[in-house]
């Protein structure tokens, strides 16, 4: 989960690096089994959604993270729901860094969309390329909400006491 942080620091180019990094490196074709523990398919399936270039990185919410897609095109078909397809035609395993994106047609601007929104969206095209673009999706409210069920974008909280040190994303404090 930790590479995609990044999105949540309005940093998304970070975690499409750290992300394609991941891929790369930690998942191979070889019968040397996998790193860690799959935990029941944990790692598995961070790696086919990460090869999708979204990740559900806050669980019990409706919040996908959004990364870079490895695959030219995707179609997903979400249970009740009409195929959404995701097209990259620049994607390759050194263009891991989102230069533009349209959701549903629209410019998205934000590092997330929720799942309703991702169900609903028919196609998300992405323009990927080499270099990062750290103007795309950069600005501290185009960071994901920490709770899309009612809470506020907050980056880091520590307490219990309200007077404990509560971060917004693109903040810092001691």
């Known amino acids: 989960d930790i590479p995609w942080e990044h999105d949540y620091t309005a940093q998304p180019w970070k975690a ?6 991941a891929q790369q490196d930690l998942y191979f074709n ?5 790193f860690g ?18 990740y559900p990185e ?3 919410t409706y919040t ?22 995701i097209n990259a035609p620049q994607a390759a395993p050194n263009a891991p860094y989102v230069q533009s994106l349209d959701v549903k047609g ?9 799942y309703g929104q991702f169900k609903g ?3 998300i095209d992405y323009t990927l390329g080499t270099q990062p673009n750290t ?5 501290p409210s185009a960071a994901p909400p920490s709770d899309t069920m009612g809470g506020g974008r907050v980056l880091a909280a520590i307490g219990p006491s309200s007077e404990g040190l509560v971060l917004q994303p693109g903040a810092s404090g001691d």
């Open 106 to 114: 629209k410019a998205w601007k934000t590092a997330w969309l929720t």
């Open 64 to 85: 996908l993270v959004l990364g870079s897609p490895a695959f030219p095109v995707t179609q997903v078909t979400p249970a009740g729901g009409k195929a959404v397809r």
């Open 135 to 139: 103007a795309w999706a950069s600005d």
């Open 37 to 54: 523990n799959d935990d029941l398919g944990a790692m598995s399936s961070w790696y086919v959604w990460s090869e999708l270039g979204m």
């Open 30 to 34: 070889a019968h040397v089994g996998s």
């Open 121 to 123: 969206a028919g196609s």
């Open 58 to 60: 806050t669980p019990g």
């Open 16 to 21: 499409q690096a750290a992300v394609r990094q």
